[in-house]
C-alpha cells in the first residue's frame, strides 16, 4: 500500500478504478487498512517520507472536519 501510495498518480486510470482492480476491496476498505497500516511502526521504517505525508494528510482533514462540525474558520482570533 505504501509502493501504492508513493506513486499512484503515475497511473493513467482513475485512482479508485487503480484501487478495485489491485487491492480488491472499495475504496473506503482500502483508505480503512491505510489508516491502519499508517498506524504500524513498521510503516515508519518501510517508507518515512510517505508515511510522514500521509499522517499529515489525515491531521488536515481530521482538522478541516471538526472546523467544519463547530462552524469554525479553523483561524484564531486574537
Not at 508513493?6 to 491505510?34: G, K, M, T
Not at 513498521?42 to 462540525?69: E, G, I, T
Amino acid at each position: 500500500m505504501l509502493d501504492f501510495e508513493r506513486a499512484w498518480w503515475n497511473n493513467d486510470e482513475p485512482r479508485e478504478q487503480v484501487i478495485r482492480a489491485r487491492f480488491q476491496c472499495s475504496p473506503d476498505e482500502y483508505h480503512a487498512e491505510l489508516t491502519m497500516v499508517l498506524d504500524d511502526p513498521q510503516a515508519l521504517d518501510h517508507d518515512p517520507l510517505v508515511v510522514r505525508r500521509l499522517k499529515r494528510m489525515r491531521l488536515r482533514a481530521r482538522k478541516a472536519r471538526l472546523d467544519a462540525a463547530s462552524g469554525g474558520t479553523g483561524r484564531e482570533h486574537g
